[in-house]
T-cell receptor
Framework: DQQVKQNSPSLSVQEGRISILNCDYTNSMFDYFLWYKKYPAEGPTFLISISSIKDKNEDGRFTVFLNKSAKHLSLHIVPSQPGDSAVYFCAASAWDNNNDMRFGAGTRLTVKP | DAGVIQSPRHEVTEMGQEVTLRCKPISGHDYLFWYRQTMMRGLELLIYFNNNVPIDDSGMPEDRFSAKMPNASFSTLKIQPSEPRDSAVYFC??????????????FGPGTRLLVL
């Protein structure tokens, strides 16, 4: 069952513009959310996270927004750079669920120069 | 620290053969995870260990898959016999713990498996 969904398999953005990657989840018990970035032939690397007690977390060009009522989170990258081109995975976990972290299928972001 | 180490990086084998994937977690991490990545399903958790003990193996697709962690610095994922549908990238990850910042998992580079 896909408890974490990234409905856009790909996204193309011009350099300097904002990239918005979306993620939806179905399990209301999830209370910790993460974004991972993955380059070809490498493992995913942690990018940014947010706890359910917050609705926004910012780290440089990256901001994650959480809307608990809609069970939706998004990752904003601004300004986008060509080096941001990668696959982005959304992940969620629940404190009560033995750290069973669920990942979305990923969104491939291409930032064009 | 060198990060999570996986071997081999690539494996090509014939259907019916045994495949063993290896992982060395980051020293001091108490949790080790095995994931499988496919185009259709993204990243799927197969099994994870806490202090070398398997905690949840509900993601293991079938009995052909088995995983062990004989000590804190080594784990294996074995597929026997392998089938073409097992072709995927297999990731190993490790983390310090369960909550908050400790939940951040650090991934290895993955093993790309192709079963012919």
């Amino acid at each position: 069952d896909q408890q974490v969904k990234q409905n856009s398999p790909s996204l193309s953005v011009q350099e300097g513009r904002i990239s918005i990657l979306n993620c939806d989840y179905t399990n209301s018990m999830f209370d910790y959310f993460l974004w991972y970035k993955k380059y070809p032939a490498e493992g995913p690397t942690f990018l940014i996270s947010i706890s359910s007690i917050k609705d926004k977390n910012e780290d440089g060009r990256f901001t994650v927004f959480l809307n608990k009522s809609a069970k939706h989170l998004s990752l904003h990258i601004v300004p986008s750079q060509p080096g941001d081109s990668a696959v982005y995975f959304c992940a969620a976990s629940a404190w009560d669920n033995n750290n069973d972290m669920r990942f979305g299928a990923g969104t491939r972001l291409t930032v064009k120069p | 620290d060198a990060g999570v180490i996986q071997s081999p990086r690539h494996e090509v084998t014939e259907m019916g053969q045994e495949v063993t994937l290896r992982c060395k977690p980051i020293s001091g991490h108490d949790y080790l995870f095995w994931y499988r990545q496919t185009m259709m399903r993204g990243l799927e958790l197969l099994i994870y260990f806490n202090n070398n003990v398997p905690i949840d193996d509900s993601g293991m697709p079938e009995d052909r898959f088995s995983a062990k962690m004989p000590n804190a610095s080594f784990s294996t994922l074995k597929i026997q016999p392998s089938e073409p549908r097992d072709s995927a990238v297999y990731f190993c990850a490790s983390s310090l713990g369960l909550a908050g910042v400790q939940e951040t998992q650090y991934f290895g580079p993955g093993t790309r498996l192709l079963v012919l």
